[in-house]
Protein backbone atom coordinates (compact mmCIF):
# COMPACT_ATOMS: atom_id res chain seq x y z
CA UNK A 1 0.00 0.00 0.00
CA UNK A 2 2.72 2.37 0.59
CA UNK A 3 4.11 1.76 -2.91
CA UNK A 4 0.72 2.46 -4.35
CA UNK A 5 1.06 5.93 -2.77
CA UNK A 6 3.90 6.72 -3.80
CA UNK A 7 2.73 5.92 -7.41
CA UNK A 8 0.00 8.03 -7.12
CA UNK A 9 2.20 11.10 -5.90
CA UNK A 10 4.44 10.31 -8.74
CA UNK A 11 1.22 10.02 -11.23
CA UNK A 12 0.19 14.31 -10.22
CA UNK A 13 3.46 15.09 -10.92
CA UNK A 14 4.69 15.24 -7.41
CA UNK A 15 7.23 13.30 -5.80
CA UNK A 16 7.30 13.35 -1.95
CA UNK A 17 8.56 16.73 -0.39
CA UNK A 18 8.44 18.71 -4.01
CA UNK A 19 7.34 22.05 -4.55
CA UNK A 20 4.34 23.04 -5.92
CA UNK A 21 3.66 23.34 -9.34
CA UNK A 22 0.02 24.56 -9.95
CA UNK A 23 -2.46 23.63 -12.61
CA UNK A 24 -4.43 26.18 -12.76
CA UNK A 25 -4.86 29.58 -11.35
CA UNK A 26 -7.02 29.58 -8.18
CA UNK A 27 -7.38 33.12 -8.01
CA UNK A 28 -9.37 32.70 -11.58
CA UNK A 29 -11.41 29.35 -10.39
CA UNK A 30 -12.94 30.81 -7.49
CA UNK A 31 -16.90 30.93 -9.22
CA UNK A 32 -19.41 28.26 -10.33
CA UNK A 33 -18.17 25.99 -12.72
CA UNK A 34 -20.04 24.36 -15.60
CA UNK A 35 -21.54 20.77 -15.83
CA UNK A 36 -19.24 19.35 -13.05
CA UNK A 37 -20.77 16.54 -10.94
CA UNK A 38 -20.08 18.57 -7.61
CA UNK A 39 -18.43 21.66 -6.45
CA UNK A 40 -18.38 23.05 -3.14
CA UNK A 41 -16.79 26.11 -1.00
CA UNK A 42 -15.91 25.04 2.89
CA UNK A 43 -15.28 26.74 5.47
CA UNK A 44 -14.29 26.54 9.29
CA UNK A 45 -13.19 28.74 11.61
CA UNK A 46 -11.99 29.70 15.48
CA UNK A 47 -13.48 33.09 16.85
CA UNK A 48 -13.55 35.23 19.74
CA UNK A 49 -16.57 37.59 20.66
CA UNK A 50 -16.27 40.88 22.23
CA UNK A 51 -17.22 39.52 25.76
CA UNK A 52 -14.69 36.67 25.58
CA UNK A 53 -16.71 33.77 24.31
CA UNK A 54 -14.97 31.24 22.11
CA UNK A 55 -16.86 29.91 19.05
CA UNK A 56 -16.31 27.31 16.00
CA UNK A 57 -17.53 27.87 13.12
CA UNK A 58 -18.70 25.65 9.82
CA UNK A 59 -20.47 25.95 6.82
CA UNK A 60 -20.34 24.73 3.15
CA UNK A 61 -22.37 25.78 -0.30
CA UNK A 62 -23.00 22.65 -2.20
CA UNK A 63 -24.11 22.71 -5.54
CA UNK A 64 -24.59 19.18 -7.93
CA UNK A 65 -25.26 18.57 -11.53
CA UNK A 66 -25.96 15.70 -13.77
CA UNK A 67 -26.91 15.41 -17.42
CA UNK A 68 -31.00 15.87 -18.04
CA UNK A 69 -31.35 16.53 -13.95
CA UNK A 70 -31.50 20.41 -12.81
CA UNK A 71 -28.56 21.96 -10.65
CA UNK A 72 -29.55 21.27 -6.78
CA UNK A 73 -28.04 23.25 -4.09
CA UNK A 74 -27.07 21.44 -0.72
CA UNK A 75 -25.69 23.68 2.40
CA UNK A 76 -24.56 22.92 5.70
CA UNK A 77 -23.90 24.88 9.00
CA UNK A 78 -22.80 24.49 12.32
CA UNK A 79 -22.06 27.06 15.50
CA UNK A 80 -20.68 25.51 18.30
CA UNK A 81 -20.00 27.64 21.77
CA UNK A 82 -16.57 26.22 23.04
CA UNK A 83 -17.01 26.75 26.30
CA UNK A 84 -19.88 24.64 26.90
CA UNK A 85 -19.95 22.53 23.79
CA UNK A 86 -23.33 23.05 22.48
CA UNK A 87 -24.02 22.96 18.63
CA UNK A 88 -26.40 25.03 16.32
CA UNK A 89 -26.61 23.01 13.35
CA UNK A 90 -28.71 23.26 10.58
CA UNK A 91 -28.84 21.29 6.79
CA UNK A 92 -30.85 22.35 3.82
CA UNK A 93 -31.50 21.05 0.20
CA UNK A 94 -32.79 23.18 -2.67
CA UNK A 95 -36.48 23.51 -3.25
CA UNK A 96 -35.42 22.36 -6.90
CA UNK A 97 -35.06 18.97 -5.35
CA UNK A 98 -38.74 18.19 -3.84
CA UNK A 99 -40.29 16.60 -7.12
CA UNK A 100 -37.69 14.37 -7.34
CA UNK A 101 -38.03 13.56 -3.39
CA UNK A 102 -42.39 13.56 -3.87
CA UNK A 103 -41.52 10.89 -7.32
CA UNK A 104 -39.68 8.57 -4.75
CA UNK A 105 -41.69 9.24 -1.60
CA UNK A 106 -44.65 10.51 -2.28
CA UNK A 107 -44.21 13.51 -0.12
CA UNK A 108 -42.75 16.23 -1.57
CA UNK A 109 -40.72 17.28 2.01
CA UNK A 110 -37.24 16.38 3.12
CA UNK A 111 -36.59 14.05 6.02
CA UNK A 112 -35.82 15.67 8.93
CA UNK A 113 -33.79 17.90 10.41
CA UNK A 114 -33.34 18.86 6.86
CA UNK A 115 -34.84 22.57 5.77
CA UNK A 116 -35.90 24.05 2.52
CA UNK A 117 -33.31 26.33 0.57
CA UNK A 118 -36.43 28.94 -1.31
CA UNK A 119 -35.97 29.95 -4.81
CA UNK A 120 -34.26 28.33 -7.48
CA UNK A 121 -29.95 28.59 -7.61
CA UNK A 122 -29.53 32.14 -8.99
CA UNK A 123 -25.44 31.18 -9.61
CA UNK A 124 -24.79 30.45 -13.25
CA UNK A 125 -21.27 29.06 -14.42
CA UNK A 126 -18.74 31.60 -15.32
CA UNK A 127 -20.32 34.47 -13.23
CA UNK A 128 -18.13 35.85 -10.14
CA UNK A 129 -18.53 34.01 -6.89
CA UNK A 130 -21.62 35.54 -5.21
CA UNK A 131 -23.36 31.73 -3.08
CA UNK A 132 -26.77 33.19 -2.03
CA UNK A 133 -28.65 29.91 -0.70
CA UNK A 134 -32.10 31.79 1.30
CA UNK A 135 -29.99 34.06 3.62
CA UNK A 136 -26.77 32.34 3.60
CA UNK A 137 -24.16 34.42 1.07
CA UNK A 138 -20.51 33.92 0.32
CA UNK A 139 -19.26 36.43 -1.64
CA UNK A 140 -15.64 37.21 -2.99
CA UNK A 141 -15.57 40.86 -2.25
CA UNK A 142 -11.49 41.03 -3.66
CA UNK A 143 -8.12 39.06 -4.44
CA UNK A 144 -8.48 36.18 -1.41
CA UNK A 145 -10.95 38.67 0.69
CA UNK A 146 -14.63 37.46 1.12
CA UNK A 147 -17.92 38.31 3.07
CA UNK A 148 -19.44 35.12 4.93
CA UNK A 149 -22.98 35.17 5.86
CA UNK A 150 -24.18 32.07 7.34
CA UNK A 151 -26.65 31.65 10.82
CA UNK A 152 -25.68 33.80 13.42
CA UNK A 153 -22.39 34.75 11.75
CA UNK A 154 -21.21 37.70 9.62
CA UNK A 155 -17.76 37.99 9.00
CA UNK A 156 -15.26 39.38 6.55
CA UNK A 157 -12.43 37.53 5.80
CA UNK A 158 -9.28 38.24 4.23
CA UNK A 159 -6.30 35.80 3.10
CA UNK A 160 -2.94 36.39 5.05
CA UNK A 161 -1.54 32.81 3.59
CA UNK A 162 -0.64 31.63 0.40
CA UNK A 163 -3.00 29.09 -1.45
CA UNK A 164 -2.51 25.55 -1.59
CA UNK A 165 -1.96 23.67 -4.25
CA UNK A 166 -4.05 20.31 -2.87
CA UNK A 167 -1.18 17.14 -4.06
CA UNK A 168 0.89 19.42 -5.35
CA UNK A 169 -0.65 20.37 -8.45
CA UNK A 170 -4.51 21.21 -7.41
CA UNK A 171 -5.66 18.22 -9.63
CA UNK A 172 -6.86 15.16 -7.10
CA UNK A 173 -9.17 12.78 -9.44
CA UNK A 174 -9.05 9.42 -8.59
CA UNK A 175 -8.45 7.68 -12.07
CA UNK A 176 -7.59 10.82 -13.76
CA UNK A 177 -6.48 13.68 -11.61
CA UNK A 178 -7.87 16.25 -14.02
CA UNK A 179 -11.17 15.11 -12.50
CA UNK A 180 -10.88 16.60 -9.48
CA UNK A 181 -9.51 20.28 -8.33
CA UNK A 182 -8.72 20.89 -4.97
CA UNK A 183 -7.17 24.22 -3.35
CA UNK A 184 -7.11 25.57 0.03
CA UNK A 185 -6.83 28.87 1.71
CA UNK A 186 -5.42 28.07 4.80
CA UNK A 187 -5.55 30.86 6.82
CA UNK A 188 -7.96 33.67 6.59
CA UNK A 189 -8.18 36.80 9.45
CA UNK A 190 -11.90 37.11 10.07
CA UNK A 191 -13.85 40.10 11.48
CA UNK A 192 -17.97 40.95 11.91
CA UNK A 193 -20.38 39.45 14.38
CA UNK A 194 -21.52 36.42 16.08
CA UNK A 195 -24.97 36.68 17.34
CA UNK A 196 -24.51 40.46 17.29
CA UNK A 197 -21.46 40.52 19.25
CA UNK A 198 -18.46 42.07 17.39
CA UNK A 199 -16.34 38.66 16.90
CA UNK A 200 -12.07 38.44 15.58
CA UNK A 201 -10.68 35.03 14.66
CA UNK A 202 -8.92 33.03 12.26
CA UNK A 203 -10.53 30.38 9.25
CA UNK A 204 -9.81 28.10 6.47
CA UNK A 205 -11.39 27.95 3.46
CA UNK A 206 -11.19 24.95 0.61
CA UNK A 207 -12.66 25.01 -2.83
CA UNK A 208 -13.76 21.43 -4.77
CA UNK A 209 -14.89 21.13 -8.24
CA UNK A 210 -15.53 17.96 -10.40
CA UNK A 211 -16.44 13.83 -9.98
CA UNK A 212 -14.91 10.87 -8.56
CA UNK A 213 -14.50 11.94 -4.91
CA UNK A 214 -18.26 11.50 -4.22
CA UNK A 215 -18.87 7.91 -6.19
CA UNK A 216 -21.15 5.83 -4.02
CA UNK A 217 -17.90 3.88 -3.12
CA UNK A 218 -15.48 6.17 -1.97
CA UNK A 219 -14.80 7.59 1.36
CA UNK A 220 -12.65 9.42 3.27
CA UNK A 221 -10.84 11.01 6.13
CA UNK A 222 -9.76 14.89 5.66
CA UNK A 223 -8.02 17.04 8.23
CA UNK A 224 -7.42 20.62 7.55
CA UNK A 225 -4.84 21.90 10.36
CA UNK A 226 -3.36 25.26 11.64
CA UNK A 227 -0.35 24.53 13.43
CA UNK A 228 0.98 26.78 16.02
CA UNK A 229 4.60 27.02 14.29
CA UNK A 230 2.37 29.05 11.52
CA UNK A 231 2.48 26.52 9.00
CA UNK A 232 -0.40 24.67 7.42
CA UNK A 233 -2.06 20.71 6.58
CA UNK A 234 -4.29 19.72 4.79
CA UNK A 235 -4.50 15.73 4.72
CA UNK A 236 -6.51 13.04 3.76
CA UNK A 237 -7.15 9.50 3.03
CA UNK A 238 -9.07 8.19 0.13
CA UNK A 239 -10.49 4.55 0.25
CA UNK A 240 -12.37 2.33 -1.72
CA UNK A 241 -16.05 0.84 0.03
CA UNK A 242 -16.02 -1.70 -2.33
CA UNK A 243 -12.99 -3.27 -2.42
CA UNK A 244 -11.90 -1.83 1.02
CA UNK A 245 -8.45 -0.56 -1.04
CA UNK A 246 -6.42 2.11 0.07
CA UNK A 247 -6.86 4.60 -3.29
CA UNK A 248 -4.77 7.64 -1.87
CA UNK A 249 -3.20 9.04 1.57
CA UNK A 250 -1.31 12.35 0.79
CA UNK A 251 -0.47 15.28 3.11
CA UNK A 252 0.04 19.01 1.72
CA UNK A 253 2.16 20.78 4.15
CA UNK A 254 1.91 24.29 2.52
CA UNK A 255 4.63 24.38 -0.15
CA UNK A 256 5.85 20.53 0.22
CA UNK A 257 3.98 17.04 -0.49
CA UNK A 258 4.25 13.60 1.58
CA UNK A 259 3.01 10.57 1.41
CA UNK A 260 0.72 10.47 4.60
CA UNK A 261 1.08 7.48 7.00
CA UNK A 262 -2.73 7.50 9.28
CA UNK A 263 -4.19 5.53 12.01
CA UNK A 264 -6.65 5.52 14.27
CA UNK A 265 -6.06 5.12 17.76
CA UNK A 266 -9.32 5.97 19.27
CA UNK A 267 -13.47 5.56 18.32
CA UNK A 268 -16.66 6.87 19.52
CA UNK A 269 -19.89 5.12 18.92
CA UNK A 270 -22.59 7.41 17.68
CA UNK A 271 -26.57 7.22 18.43
CA UNK A 272 -27.40 5.76 15.36
CA UNK A 273 -24.95 2.91 15.93
CA UNK A 274 -21.78 4.41 13.56
CA UNK A 275 -18.22 3.79 15.33
CA UNK A 276 -16.19 7.18 13.30
CA UNK A 277 -12.19 6.79 14.41
CA UNK A 278 -12.25 9.78 15.67
CA UNK A 279 -8.43 10.43 16.99
CA UNK A 280 -5.36 9.67 14.81
CA UNK A 281 -1.73 9.65 14.18
CA UNK A 282 -0.60 11.38 11.43
CA UNK A 283 2.73 10.65 9.71
CA UNK A 284 3.64 13.03 6.87
CA UNK A 285 7.48 13.90 6.26
CA UNK A 286 8.62 15.64 9.00
CA UNK A 287 5.48 15.70 10.98
CA UNK A 288 4.32 13.01 13.67
CA UNK A 289 0.79 14.47 14.92
CA UNK A 290 -2.06 13.16 17.33
CA UNK A 291 -5.11 14.40 16.35
CA UNK A 292 -7.84 14.43 18.90
CA UNK A 293 -11.43 15.75 19.05
CA UNK A 294 -12.78 18.47 21.01
CA UNK A 295 -15.61 16.87 21.65
CA UNK A 296 -17.07 13.48 20.12
CA UNK A 297 -20.79 13.96 19.58
CA UNK A 298 -20.53 15.63 16.15
CA UNK A 299 -22.47 13.52 13.73
CA UNK A 300 -24.11 15.30 11.12
CA UNK A 301 -27.21 13.04 8.98
CA UNK A 302 -26.94 14.12 5.41
CA UNK A 303 -29.57 13.57 2.20
CA UNK A 304 -28.03 10.41 0.55
CA UNK A 305 -26.24 7.41 0.50
CA UNK A 306 -23.86 8.91 2.95
CA UNK A 307 -26.77 8.51 6.04
CA UNK A 308 -24.32 10.75 8.14
CA UNK A 309 -21.13 12.32 8.73
CA UNK A 310 -18.89 13.38 11.56
CA UNK A 311 -17.12 16.76 11.24
CA UNK A 312 -16.19 18.93 14.29
CA UNK A 313 -12.67 20.94 15.62
CA UNK A 314 -9.86 19.27 16.82
CA UNK A 315 -6.19 19.77 18.67
CA UNK A 316 -3.19 18.90 17.48
CA UNK A 317 0.18 17.21 19.80
CA UNK A 318 2.70 15.65 18.44
CA UNK A 319 5.78 17.29 16.82
CA UNK A 320 3.91 20.61 16.76
CA UNK A 321 1.27 21.29 18.12
CA UNK A 322 -2.12 23.27 17.05
CA UNK A 323 -5.63 22.87 16.30
CA UNK A 324 -8.00 22.06 12.86
CA UNK A 325 -10.91 20.53 11.41
CA UNK A 326 -11.77 16.79 10.87
CA UNK A 327 -14.07 15.31 8.75
CA UNK A 328 -15.62 11.42 8.41
CA UNK A 329 -16.89 10.26 5.41
CA UNK A 330 -18.93 7.05 4.29
CA UNK A 331 -18.30 5.50 8.12
CA UNK A 332 -22.67 5.16 8.08
CA UNK A 333 -21.84 2.76 5.28
CA UNK A 334 -19.08 0.28 6.34
CA UNK A 335 -18.48 0.40 10.70
CA UNK A 336 -22.74 0.58 11.71
CA UNK A 337 -22.97 -1.85 14.74
CA UNK A 338 -25.62 -4.38 14.83
CA UNK A 339 -29.07 -3.81 16.56
Excluded at 172 to 199: C, H, K, W
Aim: charged share 25%; proline share 6%.
Amino acid sequence: MKHLSALLLLLVGCASGTSFRWAFDPHAEEGVHDKVEVEWWYHWGFVTDEKGGEWCVFSSFFRTWKEKFPVTRYFLYDLTDLSRGVRTSRSAAGAEILPYVAALSGEAKLPPPHEVIPGKPLEKAGDPLRLRYGDDVLERTGRAEYRLKVGDVDVLLKGVAEPMAIEGTGLTGIGRVEDMNYYTLPRLEATGTIRGLRATGVFWYDHQWGATWTGPTIGWSWWGLQLDDGTHVNAYVLRDLKSKKLLRAVATHDRKVYELEATPVDYWDSRTKVRYPVSWKLKAGPLDLRIDPMMLDRETPVLGEQESIWEGPVKVSGSVTGRGYQELVSYAREKRRPN
